[in-house]
């Protein structure tokens, strides 16, 4: 039995002698009545009226062969479940000299991503994906944010106090006033059976939220010399207001950002 997104692994003895295991994650699973031609037959077979067999299939897309010999694995070899050893190498932990961790699979054990590609020096770059409107993106690219400036691992790469103190997280908010409060306790955590668990299982104890933290907001209408944030969800004197006045923009210089050198009209000036 293997469910969506799990580590499998295949061994195969090639003629030469050599042994070849294949990785792979399931990416769909289907079942259906093979013998069963119409939608219509499963009541029939139900009945026993028409002979069918019961088939679940698992697609599973390959992520490493080792050694990489890229040949197929032979027909009707076991399929077992990549733990231990196996896991590692099927997620390439092998080769990663420092290991940030970024989630739990769906057995619970922790995934790892290589801080090469985290912070710069093989790429900088983390793409993530969800469902748009739920905001399970802005709460993912937090979780990783905390994993990184919030916890003993994440001090450890940064290099220590000096290296996170060094570094510093820009979040630009388009929606809502959620984010102004990231420097606040989450009231639901206690609430949610496990979230302690399987927090542990990264290596945090105790979640907490954001320490150091400086937050701001566009300026509320009206004429003065104090400009106020305007928010709602929050007093205002937490939040720094932000603007400029016509003149600031101009002796700031910030007036030809504007502007592109050719009048192509993409700017968003008019």
Not at 253 to 262: G, I, K, P, V
């Amino acid at each position: 039995l293997v469910q969506l997104d799990e580590l499998l692994a295949v061994t195969t003895e090639l003629p030469d002698g050599t042994t070849v295991v294949h990785y792979g994650i399931v990416t769909e699973l289907r079942s259906r009545l093979e013998g069963a031609d119409l939608s219509s037959d499963t009541a029939r077979v139900a009945n026993r009226e028409l002979p069918a067999q019961l088939v679940r299939r698992a697609e599973v897309r390959s992520l490493r062969t080792v050694p990489e010999r890229f040949v197929a694995p032979h027909a009707g070899t076991p399929v077992i479940r990549a733990q231990g050893e196996h896991r590692r190498l099927g997620l390439f932990e092998d080769q990663m000299e420092q290991q940030l961790p970024i989630g739990l699979d769906l057995t619970g054990q922790p995934v790892h991503a290589d801080m090469r590609f985290v912070d710069g020096r093989a790429g900088g770059h983390v793409s993530i994906s969800g469902i748009s409107g739920v905001a399970p993106k802005p709460s993912y690219a937090l979780f990783l944010l905390y994993q990184l400036l919030e916890t003993p691992r994440g001090l450890e790469l940064l290099g220590g106090r000096s290296g996170v103190a060094a570094t510093r997280a820009l979040i630009f908010n388009t929606k809502g006033e959620d984010l102004l409060h990231i420097d606040r306790p989450n009231s639901r955590f206690e609430s949610q059976e496990g979230a302690a668990d399987q927090w542990a299982q990264l290596g945090v104890a105790s979640p907490a939220p954001f320490k150091s933290v400086a937050l701001y907001a566009p300026r509320q209408d009206g004429e003065g010399d104090h400009a106020i944030a305007d928010i709602r969800t929050r007093p205002t004197a937490d939040v720094n207001a932000y603007g400029w006045t016509p003149e600031q923009f101009v002796r700031l210089q910030l007036l030809q950002f504007c502007f592109t050198a050719e009048d192509e009209r993409n700017t968003q000036v008019g």
